[in-house]
């Protein structure tokens, strides 16, 4: 495997390029819209107003969702890939929520918003991406206002058969739609194959997070996930 991830990792960008760009939007829209959901309530529970910014965005399907649940809040959406982020746009559109939510091509390691200018930060799935994560961090660090937060969630390789059940539940999806679960339990560590970090295990987000600007941090377990929460203080 090692051998397979050298090779593959050398020729993967930090995104998802086209074609797959298409097949990622279906993926996404089919598998994650109750987790998007989720957020989206849970933002408008806490009340959160300002400007949200979504990195590494994708096809935009959690923005619009808050778009579509949340008011008071300007919502960004950046993502390296141009065609992920002509799929957001046109996704918005579709919505009816495009005067919005506003994408637009960027990256973690310079996101293109000012210092201290934006009051929460999302990412979901971006971090096994990263080549330096600690940088990225920084950077949420520099655009975050005192007292915002960052919620960044992604894929732990070291998830359980259980934890893994626990998520799909989570998601509301019949386990028909993905793999058996005993096939996703073995391929699961090696999911992310080709992308030249393995910083998603947990103990090496904490590292990484303590690497950075960041002091006030948080790391909560959700099933085959992790939720990292990052507070400027």
Known sequence: MKFINGILGWKMVEGIPWPFSRLYDRYVNRIFVNWFRRIAQEIMCREISGTILDIGTGPGRLPIEIAKQVANVKVFGIDVSEDMIRIAKRNAEKEGVADKVEFKVGSVYNTGFEDNSVNLVLSTGLIHHLKEPSKAFDEVYRIL?????????????????????????????????????????????????????????????????????????????????????????
């Open 145 to 233: 206002k005192c007292g915002g937060e960052a919620w960044m969630y992604d894929g732990r390789k070291d998830a359980t058969k259980a934890e893994l059940e626990e998520t799909i539940r989570s998601w509301g999806i019949e386990e028909s739609l993905l793999l058996p679960l005993w096939i996703m339990e073995r391929i699961w560590p090696y999911m992310h194959i080709g992308y030249k970090t393995d910083v998603y295990t947990s103990g090496k987000v904490g590292k990484a997070i303590k690497e950075s600007m960041f002091k006030n941090y948080d790391l909560k377990m959700e099933g085959a996930y992790v939720r990292i929460t990052l507070k400027k203080t």
